[in-house]
């Protein structure tokens, strides 16, 4: 499988800053409203991935489980400044004078890191079996796991550091509808599963040095389309050619989970933050093998 995912707007960590003349008073430098560096320059491309399916539905009932596993994907952004161009950090608000302890940024880097796993075991029921093919119903228990991991570290002289990490856990009963329409040599198939999970959510923050925690639980809405082509090359062995597209709500993101309260990572808070939506879509080709 050669996957990618959907990436929300991710937060500024880098902005400009201007020299504001101040009638009487001087020139003072202040936060500008340029982003120089945001979560956009986080470009997600595609990775590798796998996915494993057992079972047997040669009857009117049947069962299969699958198992699916992601690469992890890994991105870097950076920006840097110049002597007459520093950079103001995500700390403090446009407009505002510039601190000196967050801000006037020579350099600042972003490392970010992600990777998802599911699994599902299903019963099936033939509902219908025609000319025209076959139609079942599918009863069963999905689960998604989703880490997500980020750096963010900045330097005007002294070194500040902000790690982010979330641990998302989903987990609850599915149902779906298999339809399988036959054609010469080959039949096309497709599968649609939407389940509603339990939703868990484990954050860390560590803002130099100083570390808090925090946890939530919810809900989330979990959707799973399947399409693909199976060629027989054998009585035995089929190819398969398809796309696949695994969509969730409410998922907490390292990005949106990142701090930009000073208040707060002085105070060891952490908050959750799980409102986003991702999709992850992938083109696949792979091999069933039959008895």
Known sequence: MAVTRTMPSGPVFQRNQVDVTIPGMGTETRVGSESVLTGNNLDLDFVTAGRVTAGNRSGVFGIEGSYMLTDTWTETAHA?????RLLASPFTVVGAAVDPAVDNNTSA????????????????????????????LLYGVKSVWIDEALRYES??????????????RMIGPQLGVLC????PGWTLDLALKFAITNHS???????????????????ALVSDIGINGTFFITPHLHLRIGYHVLSLTDVALATDNFENSLPLLGAGVADVHDNRGVAYQSLYLGMTLTH
């Not at 399988?180 to 054609?183: D, H, L, Q, T």
Request: overall charge negative.
């Open 155 to 168: 330097d005007n002289g002294l070194s500040n550091t902000q790690e982010v990490s979330v641990r998302n």
């Open 109 to 136: 880097i972003v490392n970010y890191s992600t990777d998802m796993q599911s699994a599902e075991l299903n019963l099936t029921q033939r509902v219908y079996s025609g000319w025209n093919g076959d139609a079942s």
């Open 80 to 84: 840097f400044g110049s002597p007459g």
């Open 201 to 219: 959510v484990d954050k860390s923050t560590i803002w130099n040095g100083l570390a808090a925690a925090a946890n939530d639980n919810g809900a």
């Open 180 to 183: 399988e329409a036959p054609f």
